[in-house]
C-alpha cells in the first residue's frame, strides 16, 4: 500500500463524520473480548518478520526513559526526547551519557507542537548530531498528531511527514517511526495521517493504561469503552485499534509501543497494586503473545504529578516530592527483562518467543525442562488464577501472567499425554506427543527436528544436509510440484548466505561473497547476479513461511545438489 488518505482533498479542516454507533459497536466487541489459549516457548525464526529498517528477527526490546532505568541498567533500548520547539539539536544530559554508555537501540521522541514550528535545517543538524552517536535510531517525529493541533490540516502534515522521512532514511542507521495516539480524538481517524508505505519502518503508538477518562471519576461506562481506560485499560485492549487499522489496510510493519505507562498513581489516590499490577503483566507479557508483531516496548518512567502518573520508582535526588516507591512495579518489570523473552542488547536475539501451543515442536532445557504458559484475560475480572491438568491429575495453580508452569519430562513416557487448563469458567484441553527430550503438539514430531533434538527421525521425512550437516527447520521440507521445498531462510543461512526480506515487491534476497541470489513470490524464475533462471516451482508462502526450491537454490550458489532416495535425503556440497 503506498498511501492511505479518507480526508477530504477538498478541504483540509474536513474529518469524516464517524458513525458513532457502529464505532461504539466496535470497540465494545474489542474491549468485550476474551483470551483463553496456551502458549509454548519457540525460536524467533517463528516470529512474523516484515524485514524493516532496524528490525529484530524475532522477540522484542524492552526500552525505558533513559535516565530513570537506572534500576534495571543497563537495557537494550532507551527512550529520549528532543523538542524542536525549543530548538534543541540533541540529547540532554544525563540521557546522552546512558546512550553513549550502553549497546542499545533509542527511540528518539522528536517532538514540534505545530506544522509552523517545523525549520528543516534545525532537523538537519538535528540528525547529524543524533548520527554521531554511532547508536541504532528509531525517528519518532511529530507523534501524536491525532491528538493535537499538529492534525488540524492532515495533508499538510503528511507533506511535512514524509520530507522528514527522506531526510532520515539518508542515514543508514536511522529508521522513521509513524506514532499516532492509541485512542486519538474520535472523529481523527489513523486513516487521515497515515504517510504511506515507503515513508514509515515501524508503526508505533503512545498507549497508556489510566484509571478514568480525562481524570473523571464518574466516567460513563460508554466512554471509558471508547478510550478503553478503567476496567477497559489493558494494553491487549489499547493496540487493537492501529493493529485492526494495518490489518484491514495492509500494512506490514514492525510495531512499537513508542512510550506506554499503567496508571501506579493518580491525584484521587485510587490507583493500587491490585488495579496496576494486572496490567503491568499484562503490557510484558500478554502483549508478546497476542501481538508477536510488537518488537519494542518503551516504558514512559516518569513522575507527573498533575496527572496519572505511570512512574515505579524514585531516583534518588532528583525527585524531591516522590514519598513513595512501587517496588512491586519494579519488581514486574525485572521479572519480565530477565524472563527470556526480551532482547538484552541491540541487534541480539531474545532466548525465546511465545509461541501458540497447538502445533510445532519444542526441545526440553538441559536440566529436562518444559515451561508452558497460558494467556488469560476476561473483561473485568483482573485477578485471575489458571489451574493446570497433565493426564487428567491436577498439576498446579498460577494467579499471576504469564501463568508458567514447568514440566519435568523426566515424568512423562514417550507418547500421548494431555494438557488442560481451567479458568473462570473457561476450559481448553491440548494434546501433545513426548519423543526423546521435547515435546510436540498436533502431532507426531518431525523427524529432522527430532533427530536434531537427539531423537530417531521418523521414516517419511525428508531431510537436508549442508557439508554433511543436517538443517533444522521449523516448518518441514515438502514436495511441491516434485521439488523440494525448503523454509528460505533456514536454506540460505546454512548456505552462508545474508537474507533479506524486501515487503515492497514480496522479494527475497540472498548474499553470499560475490553472488547474490533472489526470489520474487509466485514467480517462475530467480535471478543470480542478474541472470535469470527459470524455476520448475516458484518460491511461495505456505502458512506463514516462504518455502523454495532447495536444488535451485543450491546451485545458484554454485552448490552440487544429490537425492539420496533410500534414506530421503537431500545432499548439498560445495
Not at 479542516?13 to 465494545?28: C, I, R, S, V
Not at 473480548?33 to 524475532?58: H, W
Request: with cysteine; charged share 20%.
Amino acid at each position: 500500500m503506498v498511501w492511505l488518505m479518507l480526508c477530504s482533498a477538498a478541504s483540509a479542516y474536513y474529518f469524516p463524520e464517524p458513525d458513532w454507533g457502529a464505532l461504539l459497536k466496535e470497540k465494545k466487541s474489542m474491549v468485550s473480548q476474551t483470551d483463553f489459549e496456551l502458549y509454548m516457548e519457540g525460536s524467533v525464526s517463528a516470529s512474523p518478520y516484515y524485514g524493516a529498517k532496524l528490525e529484530p528477527r524475532g522477540g522484542a526490546y524492552f526500552g525505558m526513559v533513559a535516565e530513570t532505568a537506572d534500576f534495571l541498567d543497563p537495557l537494550g533500548a532507551y527512550l529520549t526526547y528532543i523538542s524542536m520547539d525549543d530548538r534543541e539539536t540533541d540529547i540532554y544530559y544525563p540521557a546522552n551519557e546512558i546512550i553513549r554508555r550502553d549497546n542499545c537501540v533509542v527511540t528518539v521522541g522528536y517532538n514540534v507542537s505545530s506544522l509552523g514550528k517545523v525549520d528543516y535545517d534545525t532537523i538537519r543538524r538535528t540528525l547529524e548530531n543524533l548520527a554521531s552517536y554511532g547508536k541504532p535510531m528509531l525517528i519518532r517525529f511529530a507523534n501524536e498528531m491525532n491528538v493535537s493541533s499538529l492534525g488540524d490540516e492532515p495533508e499538510e502534515y503528511i507533506r511535512m511527514f514524509r520530507t522528514v522521512a527522506d531526510m532520515v532514511h539518508e542515514y543508514e542507521n536511522f529508521a522513521v517511526v509513524w506514532s499516532p495516539n492509541d485512542m486519538g480524538a474520535l472523529d481523527r481517524p489513523f486513516s487521515c495521517y497515515y504517510p504511506g508505505d515507503a515513508y514509515v519502518d515501524w508503526v508505533g503508538v503512545s498507549s497508556y493504561m489510566k484509571m478514568y477518562f480525562q481524570g473523571n471519576t464518574a466516567t460513563k461506562d460508554k466512554d471509558a469503552t471508547y478510550f478503553m481506560t478503567g476496567d477497559y485499560a489493558w494494553a491487549t485492549n489499547a493496540l487493537k485499534p492501529i493493529i485492526t487499522f494495518m490489518e484491514q489496510n495492509g500494512i506490514e510493519k514492525p510495531v512499537m509501543l513508542s512510550e506506554c505507562g499503567v496508571t501506579t498513581e493518580n491525584i484521587h489516590k485510587a490507583a493500587s497494586e491490585a488495579w496496576a499490577a494486572p496490567r503491568l503483566r499484562n503490557l510484558y507479557y500478554n502483549v508478546l503473545m497476542k501481538y508477536p508483531q510488537v518488537k519494542l516496548i518503551n516504558y514512559f518512567n516518569v513522575y507527573r504529578p498533575e496527572k496519572e502518573t505511570y512512574y515505579v520508582h524514585d531516583e534518588s535526588g532528583r525527585y524531591k516530592d516522590r514519598t513513595t516507591d512501587k517496588p512491586y512495579a519494579m519488581e514486574i518489570m525485572k521479572e519480565a527483562v530477565s524472563s527470556g523473552a526480551y532482547i538484552s542488547e541491540a541487534g541480539g536475539e531474545p532466548a525465546f518467543v511465545f509461541v501458540p501451543a497447538n502445533s510445532g515442536y519444542t526441545a526440553a532445557s538441559a536440566d529436562g525442562i518444559i515451561d508452558l504458559y497460558t494467556l488469560a484475560h476476561v473483561p473485568k475480572v483482573p485477578q485471575l488464577s489458571v489451574h493446570y491438568y497433565v493426564d487428567g491429575v491436577w498439576f498446579g495453580e498460577r494467579r499471576e501472567a504469564p501463568y508458567k508452569i514447568s514440566l519435568d519430562l523426566a515424568g512423562f513416557a514417550d507418547g500421548e499425554h494431555t494438557v488442560r487448563i481451567v479458568s473462570n469458567g473457561m476450559e481448553k484441553a491440548y494434546t501433545f506427543i513426548k519423543r526423546g527430550n521435547g515435546i510436540c503438539f498436533g502431532g507426531e514430531p518431525d523427524g529432522a527436528v527430532l533427530q536434531a533434538a537427539g531423537g530417531a527421525p521418523a521414516n517419511n521425512t525428508i531431510r537436508v544436509l549442508v557439508n554433511g550437516n543436517q538443517v533444522s527447520f521449523d516448518v518441514p521440507p515438502q514436495i511441491i510440484g516434485d521439488r523440494t521445498m525448503v523454509p528460505v531462510r533456514a536454506i540460505f543461512e546454512a548456505l552462508g548466505a545474508t537474507v533479506e526480506w524486501i515487503p515492497e515487491t514480496k522479494t527475497v534476497k540472498a548474499v553470499r561473497g560475490g553472488t547474490t541470489v533472489t526470489l520474487q513470490i509466485d514467480s517462475a524464475s530467480m535471478t543470480v547476479n542478474g541472470q535469470s533462471v527459470t524455476l520448475d516451482v516458484p518460491a511461495q508462502i505456505v502458512g506463514d513461511r516462504t518455502l523454495v526450491p532447495v536444488r535451485a537454490v543450491s546451485e545458484g550458489f554454485g552448490c552440487r545438489v544429490t537425492w539420496d532416495g533410500a534414506g530421503k535425503t537431500v545432499i548439498v556440497e560445495e
